[in-house]
């Protein structure tokens, strides 16, 4: 009987485990199966993307921020207003940071930036699930015989539409789940490591501390995904190490993130980015998420995929489970003691915390993880791009069986019985099996993902649906009739854009608000008064939703704006309209920003549509004192006592909010009405 490969115990002693040779050398299928699925599946996902390319307008909004960073103004979207337009910080200095080296337009910077990562994050993540099928910590494959690897999970997300369509979308859904790949892989290498700290060399320490660093920047990708790399460092963390150590392990985890929360709290004067007070992200409305949960799985029967992936889990769990039962190194009680004597806590506290440090507890992780994420955006109400926020929970749900063995039993002998020494060939036809069900499951995923890499998520890409929600690439190329829009130049054929670039270098030298008139044409233009207000320069604010399109293709001398308040505080700091749509649920009258960048205020040179009285009672509004404080938070100087000032209330402004109807804020902040403009 051939003995077990050298340095690698048999996974069954009474079975054939010769492994496969080719010209005299003997090769591992299983690793040679995975790079192979890995590439293709790469250059498969690569090619869909590239077909599909493209820069959203959310996606330009970004590269805002990157032109006053590139133009010394600072990390900021208007100059002179200290705002966090941006939901991932780390994404922004990225694009900045290549950008500055590259010295390349901003558009196609990010192009290539998300294109790379996306490809990257694929193959990336199954490695680390083929790192999986391992009998024990630096032995070989779960099975020695003919075991190939082929990707599932993999397959899933990429035959999805909307994963290829946000593959280059300018927005950082690449980075969240190339981030997430990375973790998954440092986690399970991290898991078959010695658990005995005594034994850990240099190399040990230092990736623990990589994988501290790597978790760590979950804040930064995206808020919500604190909760994923929080957890993973609360996993590390109990596990057993010294203290010493573990100190270190939170050092490094820390200092990124916490430096830039202390530098966000007194440079932006919020505890969050300014997006996630415009969209009220710790808001609920289960409903619309469920709608929202439907409009990604009704079009491409995803729960098909997802029953699979969970079977196929379950199996190979069973089967490695066996390959584990049946190897040399067969696991130790950790807390067995003999004549059933009482275990001390300290003894069941260091069990569990050994445990920690496994496979299993890692999967576990990743799947908890995943659903909390899948809740947490549930809950949110989702978004108002087609599946494009559940993308990355489906993603980590996915980790786990981004790969699935595919194996022949070890030989085709009989294995003998642990208690009589009898020839049984249970083991045999489970093995085959097996086989055989995995196989199936494959073959069934391949098929659902050939159906449905070109199912159209949404019937009518140029219409918004009904529940708010649109198929934003489609919705844009066929209102614009570009095929693959990158630049902002490619948006000026949407309404509106061209006709605004036209009212800006007419107006420049007036200064004054742009705001969008019912004709896609032409825009109302409402100057500042002759001569202007005391402290206010002679510049152009354009008032408008669409703010990538619009602030790309403005100079950085323009203010621009938006009624949502992704880039306007006292948008973002207004009441969430219960009704409105998601996304979009905040909704600032022009009045405001009349009233704020010291426009004329009255007839005839007030657009019709704005209200006289409105704008005066937004003047006082203005006035009311938290009001204040939370502009001067953003508009004043940046000094050291304004630093100082901010960093105390961040928590303050962050939860601060106003009524949009003028006339209410003036109740709630206690302030007169002021008498009608225009008295009968």
């Not at 830039?260 to 409305?285: E, H």
């Not at 083991?427 to 159209?456: D, K, N, R, Y």
């Not at 669409?546 to 938006?562: E, H």
């Not at 992704?566 to 998601?582: F, K, M, Q, V």
Request: charged letters at 15%; aromatic letters at 12%.
């Amino acid at each position: 009987m051939p003995s077990a490969e050298k340095g690698r115990p048999s996974a069954d002693p009474g079975v054939r485990t010769a492994q496969p040779r080719v010209f005299g050398r003997t090769i591992n299928p299983a690793t040679i199966s995975l790079w192979i699925s890995a590439v293709v599946v790469g250059v498969i996902f690569g090619y869909g993307a590239w077909q599909r390319r493209w820069i959203a307008d959310d996606g330009l909004i970004v590269l805002r921020t990157v032109r006053n960073l590139l133009a010394g103004n600072g990390p900021v979207f208007n100059k002179g207003e200290r705002v966090e337009a941006n939901t991932s910080t780390l994404w922004t200095y990225l694009i900045w940071f290549w950008s500055w080296v590259t010295d390349a337009q901003t558009e196609y910077v990010v192009l290539w930036i998300a294109l790379v990562l996306s490809i990257a994050a694929v193959p990336l993540a199954m490695y680390g699930t083929g790192r999986l099928y391992r009998i024990g910590r630096g032995q070989g494959p779960m099975n020695p015989g003919w075991m190939l690897l082929l990707p599932l999970g993999a397959l899933v997300y990429i035959a999805l539409p909307p994963a290829r369509d946000f593959a280059t979308s300018g927005l950082e859904t690449s980075l969240c789940i190339f981030w997430a790949a990375l973790l998954w892989c440092q986690l399970i290498a991290w898991s078959q490591r010695s658990p005995d700290p005594a034994a850990w060399g240099r190399k040990q320490v230092v990736t623990t501390l990589l994988l501290g660093f790597t978790a760590g920047l979950s804040p930064l990708i995206r808020p919500e995904l604190t909760l994923v790399g929080g957890l993973a460092l609360l996993l590390v963390f109990c596990s057993p190490m010294s203290w010493k150590m573990r100190i270190a392990f939170a050092g490094v985890a820390a200092v990124l993130p916490v430096g830039y929360q202390i530098f966000r709290m007194g440079y932006y004067a919020l505890l969050v980015p300014n997006t996630a007070v415009a969209k009220d992200a710790s808001g609920s409305k289960f409903d619309q998420g469920l709608t929202y949960l439907g409009n990604m799985f009704s079009p491409y029967f995803l729960i098909l995929p997802l029953v699979i992936a969970v079977i196929a889990a379950g199996l190979t769990w069973y089967l490695r489970r066996s390959a584990v039962d049946t190897s040399a190194e067969r696991p130790v009680d950790l807390v067995k003691h003999e004549d059933d004597a009482p275990v001390s806590w300290r003894t069941r506290a260091g069990s569990i915390s050994r445990r920690l440090q496994s496979p299993a507890a890692v999967v576990t992780l990743i799947f908890v993880c995943g659903f909390l994420e899948s809740f947490y955006w549930v809950r949110q109400g989702g978004d108002f791009m087609h599946a494009r926020v559940l993308l990355v929970p489906l993603f980590l749900l996915m980790l786990p069986v981004m790969v699935i063995p595919v194996a022949l039993p070890a030989g085709f002998g009989l294995r003998r019985s642990d208690t009589d020494g009898s020839r049984s060939v249970r083991p045999q036809v489970v093995g085959w099996a097996g086989t055989v069900v995995m196989a199936g499951l494959w073959i069934t995923t391949v098929v659902w993902a050939i159906s449905t890499s070109h199912v159209a998520g949404m019937k009518n890409g140029t219409e918004i649906g009904r529940g708010g929600i649109v198929d934003e690439r489609r919705y844009y190329i066929q209102n614009i009739g570009v095929e693959h829009p990158i630049t902002a130049e490619d948006y000026l054929s949407y309404p509106r854009i061209r006709a605004m670039v036209a009212s800006i270098n007419k107006h420049q030298d007036t200064g004054g608000v742009l705001l969008p008139s019912p004709n896609y044409d032409e825009w109302y233009f409402d100057p500042l008064p002759v001569p202007p207000p005391p402290g206010v320069d002679k510049q152009i604010t354009v008032f408008y939703l669409n703010l990538g399109m619009t602030s790309m293709n403005a100079s950085l001398d323009v203010r621009v704006i938006d009624q949502m308040g992704l880039a306007y505080p006292i948008a973002a700091h207004s009441d969430r309209l219960p009704d409105g749509r998601i996304g979009h649920d905040k909704d600032l009258d022009a009045e405001w920003v009349v009233a704020e960048s010291g426009a004329y205020p009255r007839y005839p040179v007030l657009p019709p549509f704005v209200s006289a009285d409105g704008v005066r009672q937004a003047q006082v509004a203005l006035t009311c004192k938290p009001t204040e404080d939370l502009i001067a938070s953003y508009s004043a100087p940046w000094t050291f006592a304004r630093f100082k000032h901010n960093l105390r209330q961040a928590a303050g402004f962050t939860s601060y909010r106003i009524n949009r109807v003028p006339e209410y804020e003036l109740e709630r902040c206690k302030l007169p009405i002021p008498a009608p403009v225009y008295p009968n």
